[in-house]
């Protein structure tokens, strides 16, 4: 009986709408984004840092763990920033190799997994012969990682570059490291490769790549039309399937200055090593 | 293990939010999902009390909620926001709503924007379960009565009494311990009433 | 004469009967046993609203406080027993267990550089609750009385994880109360020797384990819900084209006929899935955090899912038994323990990069 009187009342919405409208002092108050907390942006650098947005995985303790173990590896080896779309050279041990060393250069094509599970894979076209190497980014048998290129591309993962034309996943093995001035923003590379004629690896035509520059030459009706049939508009605004996917911004500003602090030294540190390198280098040239 | 998506900041939810969503079965699939859900939230936002079956109320809460959120964050100059408030709002005259009316409400508030009750229905009835979801700081009465003043109901004069002791018992250990000053002994004395309190919140 | 004949009738009819029957059941199947312990008592409470003041709701808050701190603040036991009569261990003995939460998994490397994946257990406020000598010690309460039953071991009643008490019933209550203890959130049965026994609120401790040790590990599989047998039982399936219609994930023939014309026991058939106590055998643990009270173990094979609860103790499997003297009856608060204990064979995060030599 009470909700039978509510849902009278409910259906009188301009009773409510009015007096809130009449307020000329809200309007010239401009709401811009709240200030955000500047450790924020270790997110971009350090992503494995956060935990996976799962519920049913998640465990405070295990996290605070996790980190510190990754801290603790991170102080023994430079682990540099670096981007889906760099190019890395990687030094492992290796027991089977020659010299015990084993050194591989590539371009990052896929960065995943968070914790001490992060991972990375590079990409190479050896004698005709395309390349892949995936490794742990915590893995003690990896000696040195060396960031040779440090740039973005226009899309998250490059697995296209296995149906592209070798030229674009080609990179010399003695390729020379590129220093960035310090303080620029990282470059975004406006490449955009070529692909094969079919047969591809995967339907590259319906993931919206921005990569790819010559896509609709190989395309039929077909395929353009389950292109079509397959989109989903409505995704971008699915608030809840983005809220699941992240982890939200209060628990970021608690992970992040917990971690802050070291990640700030072993950032110093590494800047001390990167002045250093720039003097020795002209020397190992002349020699 | 998955990465988290770092691209968006998204403040934090203060309702619980389910590990996975609710397929609210459609035919026209998870567009027709979207489909119900816009019609709710817009609902809510309109008359600010609905009621509405649980299931597809608590999927239409969290998306409220997040555009309350999004738009408290962003303000109304934000293009992005903008849209997503358009889409979400089905009648146009609600997205001035959103940012003159609900942002301001709620900026400065520590607690979840929308409240929700299940609803009352008929004993040994198959019907579906029912909720009130409503905003906070609606217009209209509250849904419970409020607490009449029940210090002088039994188990609160109980409690009184027994805090009274506890608290003496207390002062005058420290008393002890200070007129002792040997050796502080832990503060582990069991008062007389404290029994009388175990039965009480254990039944 | 007469009789004569009809007893001889009788036995050339009793010749006659069938007395081969065959009994249909499969020997590995028996009844479950429903009949709960007698020291349990029901946890469960309906919580009602009870129209407390603010004030009073504080207070209450408070003294559950002080009486927490001072269970936390009281010495252990163990402390003045362990100087006076030193308990020797011999490899019969049984020791008691821990009640642990599994928080999660992740990979560590070993020496070699072989990553593995390691579970992570959480030991949270143990303590032991009482010991039931095994002479007191009758499981069973039966209407007929027993024969007398020689036992060997006693039983150990530990809790874990400290909860408020006005949410679970007066009974389970008591049942702490009884031994000066607060309730707590899971209590569990150990059988352990009698020299083995502890006195009630001896704190027990991940470091009740060495790393290098082996455990087993008893907890609920996950819930999976009705399953198929696909998935209960990995059948094969049938074909998905060829001909076949309406077939793809059914199980097929489930018996034959004739003789056998009816369903056998234990057939693999479609069911429940998983929600059943198991045991994981021979768990070897790889580091030990003394801080939060963490032991990582070998592998990802430990049932439940993430915050399951699990009980562990000493394997029984012959070959991964102790060898040498474990903490006995367990390991005493210590203040100067290291803060990790790691296995020989795992890298540490510290330690520097492995490299190999060259031979």
């Known amino acids: ?287 | ?203 | 004469m007469s009789t004569n004949n009809l007893k001889l009738l009788c036995t050339k009819f009793n010749n006659l009967k069938i007395n081969y029957v065959i009994t249909r059941t499969a020997s590995n199947w028996k009844p479950p046993k429903y009949r709960p312990p007698y020291w349990y008592m029901p946890k469960e409470r309906v919580l009602t609203e009870d129209n407390l003041t603010q004030d009073n709701r504080m207070f209450i808050k408070e003294i559950i406080q002080d009486k927490l701190q001072a269970q936390a603040a009281m010495e252990s036991p163990l402390e003045n027993i362990s100087q006076t009569e030193t308990m020797q261990w011999t490899p019969g003995k049984k020791r008691v267990g821990l009640i642990a939460r599994k928080i999660g998994n992740y990979p560590m490397w070993d020496k070699d550089g072989k990553k593995v994946l390691t579970t992570l257990l959480q030991v949270i406020d143990n303590h032991v609750i009482k010991y039931i000598p095994p002479e007191n010690f009758k499981p069973m309460i039966h209407k007929v009385k027993q024969p007398q039953e020689h036992r060997r071991l006693g039983c150990m009643l530990v809790g874990a994880e400290n909860i408020d008490p006005s949410t679970v019933t007066k009974d389970y209550c008591g049942l702490f109360n009884s031994v000066g203890m607060l309730p707590k959130r899971h209590l569990c049965r150990f059988m352990v020797s009698p020299e083995a026994a502890l006195p009630t609120g001896t704190p027990l401790y991940a470091t009740h384990f060495r790393v290098g040790d082996h455990i087993d590990v008893r907890a609920k599989t996950i819930d999976r819900g009705f399953q198929g047998v696909m998935k209960r039982w990995g059948f094969k399936g049938m074909p998905a084209s060829h001909g076949v219609t309406k077939t793809h994930r059914r199980p097929g023939n489930i018996g034959a006929g004739g003789e056998k014309a009816r369903v056998w026991p234990g057939t693999k058939m479609p069911g429940n899935m998983g929600n059943r106590w198991r045991i994981t055998r021979g768990v070897k643990i790889l580091r030990i955090n003394t801080k939060h009270n963490i032991i990582w173990t070998l592998g990802v094979a430990i049932p439940g899912e993430t915050g399951a609860m699990c009980y562990l103790f000493d394997t029984v499997l012959p070959l991964k038994k102790h060898k040498t003297s474990p903490p006995f009856p367990t390991q005493p608060p210590l203040d100067n323990l290291p803060l990790e204990y790691y296995d020989d064979s795992i890298h540490e995060f510290e330690s520097p990069t492995i490299s190999f030599e060259e031979i």
């Open chain 2, 1 to 203: 293990m998955n990465q988290a998506d770092v691209s968006k900041l998204v403040s934090k939810l203060r309702i619980k939010v389910k590990a996975e969503h609710r397929n609210l079965r459609n035919p026209k699939g998870p567009e027709g999902r979207i489909d119900k859900l816009r019609k709710t939230v817009t609902g809510l936002i309109k008359f600010e009390r609905i009621e509405v079956n649980y299931n597809r109320g608590d999927e239409a809460r969290q998306y409220a909620e997040r555009l309350i959120s999004e738009a408290i964050r962003h303000g109304d100059c934000h293009t992005p926001t903008m849209k997503m408030a358009d889409f979400w709002l089905l009648e146009k005259e609600l997205v001035h709503k959103l940012f003159k009316v609900l942002v301001p409400r709620f900026e400065n508030s520590n607690v979840s924007f929308t409240k929700m009750y299940k609803a009352p229905k008929p004993q040994y009835s198959r019907n579906l379960e029912k909720a009130v979801l409503e905003l906070r700081g609606n217009p209209y009465p509250d849904l419970f009565t409020k607490q009449p003043n029940n210090r002088l109901w039994i188990q609160n004069v109980l409690l009184e009494a027994a805090k009274h002791d506890y608290r003496q018992s207390k002062y005058a250990e420290i008393a002890q311990n200070m007129a002792k000053n040997e050796e502080p002994t832990q503060v582990n004395s069991e008062a007389p009433k404290s029994e009388i309190i175990e039965d009480i919140k254990t039944q």
């Open chain 1, 1 to 287: 009986m009470i909700f039978l009187e509510f849902r009278a009342l409910s259906t009188l919405p301009e009773r409510v709408e009015e007096p809130p409208q009449e307020e000329p002092k809200e309007v010239p108050q401009r709401r811009g984004p709240k200030s955000t907390n500047p450790i924020l942006e270790h997110r971009h650098i350090y992503p494995e840092f956060l935990p996976d947005p799962n519920p049913k995985w998640r465990n405070s303790l295990r996290e605070k763990m996790e980190r510190a173990d990754m801290l603790k590896r991170r102080q023994q080896i430079d682990i540099p920033e670096f981007y889906v779309g760099s190019i890395l050279a990687v030094t492992i041990a290796d027991p089977h190799a020659q010299g015990k060393t084993n050194k591989f250069v590539g371009i990052c094509i896929e960065r995943k997994g968070c914790g001490l599970r992060a991972e990375f894979t590079l990409r190479n076209v050896v004698d005709h012969q395309g390349l892949e190497v995936r490794y742990d980014l915590y893995d003690p048998t990896i000696d040195k990682i060396q960031v040779l290129r440090l740039e973005k591309r226009l899309d998250d993962k490059l697995f296209y570059l296995r149906d592209a034309l070798p030229e674009y996943s080609t990179f010399p093995l003695d390729m020379d490291p590129e220093i960035l001035p310090e303080g620029t923003p990282v470059p975004v590379n406006p490449l955009k490769v070529k692909l094969k004629p079919k047969p591809w690896l995967e339907r590259w035509e319906r993931q919206e790549l921005k990569g790819i520059a010559n896509i609709e030459q190989y395309l039929t009706t077909t395929n353009r039309l389950n292109r079509k049939l397959r989109q989903t508009p409505w995704e971008k605004f699915d608030l809840m399937k983005q809220y699941r996917k992240t982890i939200p911004m209060e628990e970021q500003s608690d992970i992040w200055s917990e971690v802050n602090n070291q990640l700030q030294q072993l950032q110093m540190a590494r800047k001390k090593m990167a002045r250093k390198r720039t003097f020795t280098a002209p020397k190992t040239q002349l020699g």
